[in-house]
């Protein structure tokens, strides 16, 4: 089983360490691409404009700051670089030593500035969304969607995988979908569901925190995966189709 996870918007910087080695991250394939995506980055950031370039507000700046700077800056397990909703309720730091060796092998977090990361790979707090495009390589999720799809084949071969990603980050990487789940949040009131964006995040987290903790064998197909789920919260389990994933419905009372 293996984890897809979208990364915080916010990070959080590492207090010390050495920066980050390219070389030293999953996925050694991507390092020609991450370095290119890097330098576009730092250039976009030194601009005057890189808060409009970036689409974030003026509260960034500090944080986009950081981006010309990221082969000094300190870097640390992506598990700790990554916060909020969603990193709360994984809640990493509470997992047993034998459940965090689970979670540095199963949860990988597909990311605009490096592609993919495991969750132990030593990261800089960094600013930068799937959704944006930078110069000489367009919008990231259309740049990494082959680079990912060729790097991740192998390491993704066997696997269950439950995607946790948001639409945006799901765009840059779309495995074979017979293999894959992707994970809805729902809530219902008389008979009314609603999709939900802050609860989405949280229960994703707790999905991915019981995947982990629960006791007996990861599953291995989309029906395990829901009878896990079920020990937990009301779920639905719809079927894939060649091209399009299966789905998790998770149902939470409105």
Not at 88 to 109: E, H, S, W
Not at 153 to 158: D, K, L
Not at 179 to 197: L, Y
Not at 205 to 232: S, V
Request: hydrophobic content about 45%.
């Amino acid at each position: 089983m293996l984890i897809l996870l979208p990364p915080s918007e916010g990070k959080t910087p590492a207090g010390s360490g050495a920066p980050v080695d390219l070389n030293g991250l999953h996925f050694p394939e991507l390092t020609a691409a991450r370095q290119s995506v890097a330098q576009a980055l730092a250039a976009v950031s030194a601009h005057e404009d890189a808060l409009a370039r970036l689409g974030v507000g003026a509260s960034l700046a500090k944080e986009v700051h950081r981006n010309t700077l990221l082969d000094l800056e300190p870097a640390a397990p992506a598990h700790t670089i990554y916060t909020g909703v969603l990193y709360d309720a994984l809640g990493y730091n509470t997992l047993t030593p034998t459940q965090k060796r689970k979670a540095d092998d199963a949860v990988v977090v597909v990311s605009g500035l490096w592609g993919a990361v495991g969750f132990a790979d030593r990261i800089p707090a960094y600013r930068l969304s799937m959704s944006v495009g930078l110069p000489g390589l367009g919008k990231l999720a259309s740049y990494w969607k082959p680079r990912l799809a060729e790097a991740l084949a192998a390491h993704a071969a066997g696997h269950l995988l439950v995607d946790c990603r948001s639409s945006t980050y799901a765009a840059a990487w779309v495995p074979d979908p017979g293999r894959t789940v992707a994970v809805n949040v729902f809530t219902e009131r008389d008979g009314t569901r609603k999709v939900v964006s802050h609860f989405a995040k949280h229960t994703r987290g707790e999905l991915a925190r019981h995947l982990l903790t629960r006791r007996g064998n990861a599953p291995q197909t989309p029906e395990q995966l829901a009878t896990a789920a079920g020990e937990k919260w009301d779920v639905e389990l719809v079927a894939g189709t060649a091209r399009k994933a299966h789905a998790l419905n998770i149902i939470l009372a409105g």
